[in-house]
C-alpha cells in the first residue's frame, strides 16, 4: 500500500442520491483517469450515494481496467461508505467485464 | 374525419396493443388531419397502456403533423385517464381524485430535451413515495432496476421522446409498469452490431442475454438482463415489442407481429410484497460473495 490516497467523491459529479446515469459515470472516469496516475491508494467514496445502476457502473469499472494493472488495482482500489445494493452492482458489474473481455488464462491477475 | 372506435376492453395482452398499434399505423398513412380516438364503448382499459396511448398521440402530432387529434371517452375511460393525469397533460382538464392506485402517465421529451438527466428516478421516487406509500429502501431497490430501462431507452433507442404510466392492482399484489420509446427499436441496433440476418425476435432475446450489448465499449450487456431477472426474482413477467418482434417471458410468447411498432414497448410486473424482504435477499447475496476483486 501507497502511504498517501486519491479520493474521488460520487457525489461531488452527481445531482441526487442515485448514480443512474453513464453520461456521470463517464465524468468520473475521465477524472480518474486525469489525476490517477498509479503512484497511490485509489479510493471511491460513496457518502450519501444510495444505489449505482450497471449503466453507470460499466464507464468507471472500463475506464479501470483498461488504463491501470489489474494486480495493482487488486492492491490500491477501495471503495468507502459503500452499502449492500451498490456493492452487489459492482461485482455483478466486474464479473461481467471479466466474463466477456477477460480469458481464463491471462495472467495479469 | 377520421374516427376510430376502441373495443369494449382493453387489456395490458399482445392481442389488445396489437389492435392499438394497427390504428396507430393506420392513422399515420391517412391524409385527413382531423382524427377522433373513440373510448366511449370502451369500459376498461389497463391503466399502465396510457403510457402507450400517450407516444402514439405524441407522434400523431409531432411527427406526422395532425394536429387536430380529438379523445371522446365513457366515464370508465375517463376516470383512468383522469387518475394518472393522462387527461390533464394531453387536453389540460383538471383531475379530481388524487388518492389513486395509478402511477402517473408522463412525457420525459420536455425534461429531457433541458438535458434533466435524473427526470425518470425523480419521477418514479416521488410516484412511489407520495401515492403508493412505499418504504424508502424499497423505493431506492424498484428505482434502480427501473433506471435501466429508461437509460437503455434513451441511450440505445437515442430519443428523448420516452414515456410511461404504471397502475397498483392491490387484488394482485403486483404493479405493472409500461415503458415507451420512439427510438430507433431493439432489431435495428443488434442488426448493425452482430447479425444483420437476424430476425425481430431474435433480436429481442439476444438483447436480453447477459454481456450482450449493442454499446461499442467493452463492458456493458447488464441492463435488460437486470431487469430480466429482477421480474423472475419478484414474481412478474416481462414483454417486448419492438418493430416486428413481440416477446412475452411468462407466456413464452415469441412472434414477428404483422404489425411494426416504430420504437419500443416494455411492460413489467412484479410482486411488490415480495420486495418487502430486502434483508434477506442481501444476507443470501451476501454469503454467496462478499470481496471485490478485479
Not at chain 1, 448514480?19 to 463517464?26: I, K, L, Q, S
Request: charged share 30%; with cysteine; net charge neutral.
Amino acid at each position: 500500500m501507497f502511504k498517501s490516497d486519491y479520493e474521488i467523491k460520487i457525489k461531488d459529479f452527481v445531482k441526487n442520491e442515485y448514480a443512474h446515469n453513464p453520461e456521470d459515470g463517464e465524468k468520473i472516469a475521465n477524472e480518474i483517469l486525469k489525476n490517477y496516475k498509479g503512484d497511490r491508494n485509489i479510493i471511491i467514496n460513496f457518502e450519501k450515494i444510495k444505489t449505482v445502476n450497471t449503466a453507470f457502473a460499466n464507464k468507471i469499472i472500463e475506464a479501470l481496467y483498461e488504463n491501470y494493472d489489474r494486480k495493482d488495482l487488486n492492491k490500491y482500489f477501495s471503495m468507502k461508505n459503500i452499502n449492500e445494493l451498490i456493492k452487489i452492482t459492482i461485482i455483478k458489474v466486474i464479473e461481467n467485464y471479466k466474463e466477456v473481455n477477460i480469458d481464463d488464462n491471462d495472467d495479469s491477475k | 374525419m377520421y374516427i376510430y372506435h376502441f373495443p369494449r376492453k382493453i387489456n395490458n395482452n399482445f392481442n389488445d396493443i396489437n389492435k392499438v398499434i394497427n390504428v396507430y399505423n393506420k392513422i399515420k398513412k391517412i391524409k385527413d388531419n382531423q382524427i377522433t380516438l373513440n373510448f366511449s364503448d370502451t369500459n376498461w382499459m389497463s391503466g399502465e397502456l396510457v403510457a402507450l396511448l400517450g407516444a402514439i398521440c405524441y407522434n400523431i402530432k409531432h411527427k406526422y403533423n395532425k394536429e387536430n387529434l380529438y379523445i371522446a371517452c365513457s366515464k370508465n375511460i375517463e376516470t383512468t385517464f383522469q387518475s394518472n393525469n393522462f387527461s390533464k397533460q394531453i387536453t389540460n382538464m383538471q383531475i379530481g381524485n388524487t388518492k389513486t392506485t395509478a402511477i402517473e402517465y408522463k412525457c420525459f421529451t420536455e425534461e429531457l430535451n433541458n438535458n434533466n438527466l435524473n427526470c425518470f428516478d425523480d419521477y418514479i421516487k416521488k410516484e412511489l413515495n407520495e401515492k403508493l406509500e412505499f418504504k424508502q429502501e424499497e423505493i431506492d431497490y424498484i428505482c434502480l432496476f427501473l433506471s435501466e430501462i429508461f437509460v437503455n431507452a434513451r441511450t440505445h433507442g437515442r430519443t428523448h421522446n420516452i414515456f410511461c404510466c404504471g397502475q397498483k392492482y392491490p387484488k394482485m399484489n403486483k404493479i405493472k409498469i409500461l415503458l415507451v420509446d420512439l427510438g430507433i427499436g431493439i432489431p435495428y441496433n443488434v442488426r448493425n452490431r452482430v447479425d444483420k440476418t437476424m430476425n425481430d425476435i431474435q433480436c429481442i432475446k439476444w438483447s436480453l442475454k447477459k454481456g450482450n450489448s449493442t454499446k461499442i465499449e467493452n463492458a456493458g450487456g447488464l441492463g435488460l438482463y437486470d431487469i430480466f431477472e429482477f421480474v423472475k426474482q419478484h414474481d412478474g413477467n416481462i414483454s417486448i415489442i419492438s418493430s416486428n418482434g413481440q416477446f412475452n417471458y411468462n407466456e413464452n410468447i415469441e412472434i414477428i407481429s404483422k404489425e411494426n411498432f416504430d420504437g419500443t414497448i416494455i411492460s413489467i410486473e412484479f410482486d411488490y410484497t415480495s420486495i418487502r424482504n430486502i434483508e434477506n435477499m442481501f444476507k443470501n447475496i451476501r454469503k454467496e460473495k462478499n470481496f471485490i476483486e478485479f
